[in-house]
């Protein structure tokens, strides 16, 4: 049985449990998508692991690499500040080794919804050098924010605009997306770099343009670019989102890439507790065959050298039991 035909039964008979028990009958239909979901095809899903390079608790890049190899980490998340100059040294660092770039963090200058062109011309130009050096390294993509509440402060487009401005609503029109829509410029250019650009829902705390995984998924499918795709990070999606495995499955086959941290804190992975669950989640990410990377971004309040393998080894318990 394939993915798709899991996905769909699961649709038809959350549906038909809703039909069933009406309004009241809230608790009923998550216990269905819970049964679905343990039934979904689970084999074409892969949990790899990643980290944020800031996080590993060493000076020198070769020092760090060796530690997350053997913590069982697969990837490493750069930094996109000054990534142009470091591409050589990241190159020479990790080759011959088993880990991966997983995805590059931002980095960029200005945002991508400001009121200013020059502020939006800006920042495509900086995104643009950034995506070329993410695509010399095997990077996944470089992930972005449209504009956080401080920049909304300083002159945003309002949002109808900036949506329009992103990626309008082609779907069912003739109309062909000019190059001045920015999503489908930079998608361009990064899929001729060989990578992506990633869209990233926020907590209404950092920003209100983008917070949900099924409004970056909507711009991704209006896009409608290859270069142009989408994340979630568990952090945010504790404040935003009602069902971590419903964002996930919303993300479908725009999400290339997952943030983790703990739940209450933003520290690592089981650091608060019994808060720190993620098993719905990973029951969406194995619905959806996810293939890409669940990267560490996070702080820490013990020994990172302690914590942090303590922390695979919770998520990958965790992944199990998904």
């Not at 899991?6 to 216990?31: I, W």
């Amino acid at each position: 049985m394939s993915a798709e035909t899991n996905r769909r039964e699961f649709l038809q008979r959350t549906a038909a449990v809703a039909a069933a028990v009406g309004v009241g009958g809230a608790p009923a239909v998550a216990a269905e998508a819970e049964k679905c979901a343990t039934h979904a095809h689970k084999g074409q899903a892969m949990l790899k692991l990643s980290c944020q390079e800031g996080i590993v608790p060493a000076d020198k890049l070769e020092e760090k690499l060796d530690l997350l190899e053997k913590w069982g980490f697969e990837g490493i998340e750069f930094g996109g500040k000054n990534l142009v100059t470091r591409v050589d040294e990241i190159k020479k660092a990790m080759e011959g080794r088993p880990i991966k770039v997983s995805a590059i963090c931002a980095g960029f200058e200005g945002w991508l919804i400001a009121r200013d062109p020059q502020i939006r011309k800006k920042c495509v130009e900086s995104m643009k050098q950034i995506l070329t050096a993410a695509g010399a390294l095997g990077s996944v993509g470089m992930i972005m924010v449209p504009s956080f509440n401080r920049q909304d402060e300083q002159g945003s487009l309002p949002p109808k605009d900036a949506r329009v401005l992103l990626a309008p609503y082609t779907r069912w029109t003739d109309r062909t997306p000019g190059p001045q829509l920015l999503l489908q410029e930079l998608g361009e250019h990064a899929a001729k770099a060989g990578t992506t650009i990633i869209l990233e829902p926020l907590n209404r705390e950092e920003c209100y343009f983008l917070r949900l995984l099924a409004d970056a998924a909507s711009i991704c499918r209006d896009a409608n670019h290859p270069g142009v795709a989408m994340m979630g990070d568990f952090w945010h999606m504790t404040w935003e989102e009602t069902s971590d495995m419903g964002a996930f499955l919303s993300g479908g086959k725009y999400l290339k890439h997952v943030h983790i941290a703990s739940r209450r804190r933003r520290k690592m992975p089981g650091e608060d507790g019994e808060a720190d669950n993620y098993v719905d989640g990973f029951k969406g990410l194995k619905m959806i065959g996810y293939q890409g990377y669940v990267s560490f971004e996070c702080g820490c309040e013990g020994d990172r050298k302690e914590r942090i393998p303590a922390a695979v080894k919770l998520i990958k318990e965790q992944w199990e039991k998904a």
